[in-house]
């Protein structure tokens, strides 16, 4: 992690640093254990292959929890998280890159709050945004 | 267009708060979470980290709302989107986004309630289909304040 970002330091525009993710089968099951999902398509491949699936999948909510981590890591330690999200669009399979990146798309003051909102998503090798979404955080001010 | 599948009975639900789950935000699960998806912060971790932050015990990491208290008589968990009667064989998860109002910490327990917010049919690459919109509510067991929510939407086809 790198030092602090302040709201001042950023503009509309701006890109986050991008978090770097490839799931091991061994990762997926340490998901299912710790998220309560069991779903087989995940961790089963020939449960995975009798549904139509050609390998199994990363789970949805995993993938979020990636655009939670890209979020943390970069408004931390003082900043939070207030809102984060995705669609789940496409799917995503193990030893794959997933690259989890962000845009900046508003910057505001509420209040007390300093508050930025961004475009957030997961990417495949071929490129395409698996799980696009939005977030909202707030980062301490210089002022 | 078809015919629409969202009967009077499916329509009633709407804006209906389902039933209470109680979840439990306990220091292994954060960590379980934590771990599972491979942060590297200690304030997901350990205590005395996440007090020098300003939290009050270890930070549930984005995303971890608890682990849902199971006993062993209880129905089997119900799948996401299978809790409606829906015409449709199959479901997908289409989305999901939490919003924090507080931060959550090892220690708190939380019930949570749904409800159904929104149904929209369309049809797409894969036949009609019907989109269910749902909000959970969080809530801390102790004070009864609204910690978090949770929208999600799931595509049945």
């Known amino acids: 992690m790198a030092g602090q970002v302040y709201y001042e330091d950023i503009q509309v525009g701006d890109p986050i640093p991008v978090l770097r993710k490839n799931c091991s089968t061994l990762q997926l099951v340490a998901w299912a254990g710790a998220s309560g999902d069991f779903y087989q398509i995940h961790y089963d491949v020939e449960f995975a292959?009798?549904?139509g699936l050609s390998n199994?999948?990363?789970h949805g909510a995993l993938k979020n929890a990636f655009l939670g981590q890209l979020l943390h890591d970069w408004v931390s330690p003082e900043g939070r998280i207030e809102k984060f999200g995705c669609q789940y669009r496409g799917m995503d399979y193990p030893d794959q890159d997933i690259m989890c990146s962000g845009v900046i798309t508003r910057k505001y003051v509420e209040g007390d709050r300093h508050l930025v909102e961004l475009d957030v998503w997961t990417e495949n090798p071929s490129g395409q945004k698996t799980s696009p979404g939005t977030a909202r955080v707030s980062l301490p001010s210089r002022g | 267009m078809t015919e629409s599948v969202v009967t009077e009975a499916l329509r009633a639900q709407l804006g209906?708060?389902?039933?209470e789950t109680v979840h439990e935000v306990t220091s292994t699960g954060?960590?379980?979470f934590a771990r599972a998806v491979g942060h590297t912060d200690l304030v997901f971790y350990d205590r005395d980290a996440a007090r020098h932050r300003g939290y009050r015990d270890i930070l549930a990491p984005p995303?971890?709302?608890g682990t849902p208290v199971y006993l062993p008589r209880m129905a089997g968990a119900v799948r996401v989107g299978k809790d409606l009667d829906v015409p449709y064989p199959r479901v997908l998860n289409?989305?999901?986004t939490y919003e924090y109002v507080e931060p959550v910490c090892a220690g708190d327990v939380i019930v949570s309630r749904t409800r159904t917010t929104e149904f929209q049919e369309r049809t797409g690459s894969i036949g009609p289909m019907l989109i269910v919109f749902r909000e959970t509510t969080y809530r801390r067991q102790t004070d009864g304040t609204v910690v978090a929510r949770m929208y999600g939407?799931?595509?049945h086809y």
């Open chain 2, 63 to 65: 995303g971890y709302l």
């Open chain 2, 16 to 19: 209906v708060d389902g039933p």
């Open chain 2, 94 to 96: 289409g989305g999901t």
């Open chain 2, 153 to 155: 939407n799931t595509i």
């Open chain 2, 30 to 32: 954060c960590r379980m």
């Open chain 1, 56 to 58: 199994i999948i990363v």
């Open chain 1, 49 to 51: 292959r009798r549904t």
